[in-house]
């Protein structure tokens, strides 16, 4: 689940009114979501750096509260803001519209078809007569940073450009160039770089050079223009200098590049529903000439029925109703039965089934408010019989004094064949096809090689370790094994058949794992004793 990290005073402020912690933390259950941490940006930082870091940062009280990963309407102050204010009847939902300027035509985003062969879409829309304070501003930032990493799948589906229109005009061109035909002053910097010189430039940028991926190895790369050929962005990279938006910024074009125009449209709708309320006119963004529509309503309609029954409850189609209105979902009783006509706002992208309806209701009616109930169909589970003898052993050897470690199924081919004194081929392993490094390139055959990596990670723990691991394995080796000391081993036999070895370990073994004192090891399946 995304976390979104908010101010308490500027957030209460904005609630108008006053929480304690646990009142607060409860208003975020009845709406679904978690408080997840009370900090501020002095404790994150001594606690991730140290103390030394910290001096100076701010103490400003933060709230770190969870929203579910498809409520891309929950990502910043106002759209959290408005949600609840919604929600505890203090606000009506907002309706947004698309408008045209009052002087002028409306702005153009020219797409060619060159795009179609690096990222093939494009939409967007311009905030006018906008207000920007330090808050705003710093939101209007930290909102594209979330749906960059969320919706937008690092940038890979859509990104995110933000223009002071009054710097550049219009109409905008969005085409691709051959990378050593782009060349303009990127944001922040000083002077102008070609495409290929910028993909060298932030190969060493810790945030944006986990992006050039995206777009390095294409023969063209995105770009967009203004009428004077002033360089807006380079998606999905970096945005251009020229144009950045300050404080002082009262018009902001917004555009969205895509190879997946349904997310782009989402995104686009996020970013003018969460800002226009700042503008002149609140909630009216004005519309860019695309093909695609924004700002785009719709109806749903289901019956009471539907819901009482999925959700455990029994109310009227009246009271279901403004339930729903309290969710942002303005819906009403049509008269047709028990039916309810659900209007869905752009905001809420997250609604694509009937079961997303139901579940809001379920949450503006309160989970704890639900009677609990026995269900109908009575069944009787137990426990896995492997599972339950498994738990057992695990509560006699911590009991003994041993630690249980807790390793990855898969390691290195060298890990169970040449550390462990054996030939790869010996092994029987399953192999991964395409492991992305060498330190999962097998499924493991043996637990030793895992336990014997805790214990080289832990050398300056003090002596002695005792450790034990009851996990799966994908094959084990039946044949004679020399990873233990010849003469001191011994294999363990269950009504004739093997189910283990003990005994010291052989020093090479011991060596290759870069260990220097002598190790003794335990090694058996279970399975057979059930």
Avoid: W
Avoid at 7 to 23: P, Q
Avoid at 111 to 125: D, L, S
Avoid at 149 to 164: E, F, M, P, W, Y
């Amino acid at each position: 689940m995304p976390t979104v990290g908010v101010k308490r005073d500027l957030l209460f402020k904005a609630l108008g009114r006053t929480y304690t912690d646990e009142e607060f933390d409860e208003l975020c259950f009845e709406f679904g979501l978690e408080l997840d941490e009370i900090t501020s940006e002095k404790e994150i930082i001594s606690r991730e750096q140290g103390d030394s870091k910290a001096s100076g940062a701010s103490d400003i009280i933060l709230y770190k509260i969870d929203v579910p990963a498809n409520r891309y309407d929950l990502l910043c102050l106002e759209g959290l803001v408005r949600g609840l204010q919604v929600f505890k009847n203090k606000l009506e939902a907002p309706r947004y519209r698309r408008v045209s300027p009052v002087n002028g035509e409306p702005q153009k985003l020219i797409i060619t078809k060159e795009t179609a062969a690096v990222r093939p879409f494009a939409v967007a829309a311009v905030l006018r007569n906008i207000t920007f304070t330090q808050e705003r501003y710093d939101s209007f930032i930290e909102l594209q940073e979330k749906l960059h990493q969320n919706i937008c799948r690092k940038r890979s589906l859509v990104a995110i450009g933000t223009h002071d229109l009054d710097t550049i005009s219009g109409p905008f061109t969005y085409t691709a160039k051959a990378p050593g035909d782009i060349c303009f002053r990127p944001l922040n910097q000083t002077k102008e770089y070609t495409a290929t010189q910028l993909m060298s430039l932030y190969k060493t940028d810790s945030h944006l050079r986990h992006y050039l991926h995206i777009i390095e190895d294409k023969p063209v790369y995105p770009v967009i223009y203004d009428s004077n050929g002033i360089v807006l962005s380079m998606p999905p990279i970096i945005n251009g200098d020229h144009s950045k938006i300050t404080l002082k910024t009262k018009n902001v074009f917004i555009e969205c590049t895509a190879t997946d125009v349904t997310k782009a449209k989402i995104v686009l709708d996020m970013m003018v529903t969460m800002f226009s309320e700042y503008c002149s006119q609140p909630f009216t963004p004005f519309k860019v000439l695309l093909v695609f529509q924004e700002l785009a309503y719709r109806t749903e309609r289901l019956s009471s029925e539907f819901i009482n029954c999925k959700v455990g409850i029994n109310e009227s189609t009246e009271k279901i109703a403004q339930l729903l209105t309290r969710m942002c979902l303005r819906s009403r009783a049509t008269g047709v039965g028990d039916e309810i006509e659900v209007e869905i706002p752009p905001t809420r992208s997250d609604v694509i089934h009937a079961c997303d309806i139901m579940e809001d209701a379920a949450v503006a009616y309160g989970f704890n408010n639900i009677t609990r109930t026995t269900p109908r169909t009575y069944t009787v589970a137990h426990q896995f019989p492997l599972n339950k003898l498994t738990e057992l052993l695990r509560q006699d050897l911590a009991a003994a004094g041993f630690t249980e470690a807790l390793n990855f199924a898969l390691c290195s081919q060298e890990d169970i064949a040449d550390k462990l004194g054996k030939k790869i081929s010996e092994t029987k392993a399953a192999h991964i096809s395409n492991p992305k490094t060498a330190e999962f390139q097998v499924a493991r055959t043996t637990l030793l090689p895992g336990l014997l990596k805790t214990i080289a990670a832990n050398r300056k723990m003090p002596l002695p370790l005792k450790l034990f691991e009851i996990s799966d394995v994908v094959l084990q080796d039946e044949t004679k094994d020399p990873t233990f000391f010849p003469g001191r081993c011994a294999e363990i036999f269950v009504q004739g058949k093997s189910v283990g070895r003990l005994g010291v370990l052989h020093p090479d073994v011991i060596n290759r794992f870069e260990l220097t004192m002598p190790c003794s090891a335990l090694e058996m399946d279970v399975e057979p004793f059930l």
